[in-house]
């Protein structure tokens, strides 16, 4: 699970931190699903195979990412959680998992990806 | 004797507040039965004046009011009758009641004349204390009965008056207190605004930070050396900052696209602004696709200086756009008179940047033809603002 083949869904309406979010985890080995730029081509993309991991950019534009974090966490996906906003406050459902704050350091975001996929159950579970 | 003294007096004072007490008028020339009068009335326990003539009784009434007149018919100088109908002539002394003091005449016409002066009762001397004490007691009871509704009557109005200025306060105080209120919550809308815009700028600030350490490491990746790195990297951040300077211009609202076009090329058109043609209808772009925009322009721009028509003395570009029904713009980049075109060998950042700016972050589509005689870029993206309902409306149906 943790080697490189692991997939990664990249959710970001930013174009050129999508393509680096994408650089940088293709780099380190990862399969990119996306990145999608909206929740609407977010959604489109759960239709294919599951991924691994779903690293959500949290503010899309006028829109929020966690119509799709719940889709996600539904379907026992991981979750990372991406944000510019200082004081972000998650809902109560996503508060547990990590949040990254941006400006990102490519070092630490992906040793967070390989903390997260080494977990064996989701978390969510786990609480429960 | 000097113990029990303090006592009385402060009871005597105390009983003088609260038992308010009658004026009695006495007046006769006589001494003797001025004293006699005197001794009678003391039990009633009212205050007593004496007055010796009518004058000096007429003077007291311009001073005080009184509950009885108690006057002698024959006096000398003024006499009773006189000073009687005085007294009944001036307003303020009219309702006081005259009970005569008589020893002489007990005969029918004198009465009459006593009455129609103005008497309303008769006492013949020598004055006998009891008869004369039960007289004068009724009119006192009268005056104080009297004196009594009338200040209730006065308190009754006082109190409603203080009722009135009590309730007027409160509507005052109300007022002031919903003015307050107003005013602190227009403070604490303004703060709550205030903290939303700085939050906001908080967040801009960080994702054009990371937005430029994304660049960094794009451009680093696509570099061979390091000075090629910086040239490229730091003109990307300059044409950037030329969207952002025109953005902040306009307040963050609405720019042309045709501004954004020559802030953009404005670096590499300097020398001949013939070289580059701009042709299009007025296009308001938000913020979002104006930046985006921008940095198409500019990889546009440096790729034609480096290998396309902008290389050489002849060539020239002619970028032109329109606007269709249904708010999509659509966008030609033709480049003429260049070296010959050749279809690079493998993307470079500049034409994968492109084709994310249109795609990803102005949901549009883009063609690059890489036609011999010239680079052609056809671009076309939806307005945001349609694209915006349109996301909304998927947004919420999820």
């Known amino acids: ?128 | 004797m000097q113990e029990p003294a303090p006592v009385a007096e402060s009871d005597s004072s105390s009983e003088a507040i609260t038992a308010p007490k009658a004026k009695i008028l006495i007046v006769d020339d006589d001494e003797r039965t001025a004293m006699a009068v005197r001794n009678a009335l003391e039990q009633l326990g009212q205050t007593l004046v004496v007055a010796h003539s009518g004058e000096e009784a007429l003077h007291r009434l311009l001073y005080d009011d009184y509950a009885v007149i108690l006057l002698d018919v024959n006096m000398p100088g003024m006499d009773g009758y006189e000073m009687a109908s005085f007294v009944r002539a001036r307003k303020r002394t009219r309702h006081i009641p005259i009970v005569f003091l008589t020893a002489l005449f007990r005969d029918d016409t004198h009465l009459l004349q006593a009455y129609s002066a103005g008497a309303v009762d008769m006492v013949f001397k020598p004055v006998d204390p009891f008869i004369l004490r039960s007289k004068v007691s009724v009119f006192v009871d009268l005056y104080l009965k009297q004196a009594e509704s009338q200040r209730e009557a006065e308190l009754r109005h006082r109190l409603q008056e203080e009722n009135f200025r009590v309730r007027a306060e409160k509507l005052t105080a109300e007022q002031a207190l919903r003015r307050s209120q107003e005013h602190q919550e227009a403070m604490e809308k303004a703060e709550a605004h205030q903290r939303t815009l700085i939050e906001e700028l908080n967040h801009r600030v960080k994702n054009m930070l990371t937005v430029v350490n994304a660049m960094a490491r794009q451009t680093l990746a696509s570099s061979p050396s390091p000075q090629d790195f910086t040239e490229k990297f730091v003109r990307r951040i300059d044409a950037l900052g030329r969207t952002h300077s025109l953005l902040s211009r306009a307040q963050w609202g609405s720019v042309q696209l045709c501004e954004v076009a020559r802030e953009s090329l404005e670096p590499y058109i300097l020398e001949d602004k013939n070289r580059v043609m701009l042709n299009g209808p007025p296009v308001a772009l938000d913020p979002k696709s104006a930046l985006a925009l921008g940095m198409v322009f500019h990889e546009l721009a440096t790729n034609a200086i480096k290998h396309g028509a902008l290389s050489n003395r002849d060539g020239k570009v002619a970028m032109g756009w329109g606007l269709n029904g249904d708010h999509r713009v659509a966008l030609d980049w033709q480049e003429a008179d260049g070296p010959q075109v050749s279809p690079p060998a493998q993307g470079g950042f500049g034409s994968r940047l492109i084709r994310l700016e249109l795609t990803h972050e102005l949901n549009g589509e883009v063609e690059l033809i890489f036609d011999p005689c010239g680079l052609k870029v056809i671009m076309s993206f939806p307005l945001s603002d349609s694209s915006g309902v349109a996301q909304a409306k998927q947004g919420m149906g999820q």
């Open chain 1, 1 to 128: 699970m943790i080697s490189g083949t692991a997939s990664i869904l990249v959710v970001e309406d930013e174009a050129l931190i999508a393509m680096d979010l994408q650089m940088v985890l293709e780099d380190a080995g990862y399969h990119v699903i996306g990145p999608a730029n909206s929740p609407e081509a977010a959604m489109a993309l759960l239709d294919g195979p599951l991924p691994d991991v779903a690293l959500l950019d949290v503010n899309l534009g006028r829109f929020d990412v966690f119509g799709v974090a719940n889709e996600l966490a539904a379907r026992k996906t991981k979750l990372i959680f991406l944000t510019g906003h200082t004081a972000q406050r998650l809902p109560e459902a996503h508060r547990h998992r990590p949040l990254i704050g941006k400006p990102y350091l490519p070092h630490l975001l992906l040793q967070i990806v390989q903390q997260v996929l080494s977990q064996r159950e989701p978390a969510d579970e786990a609480a429960a």
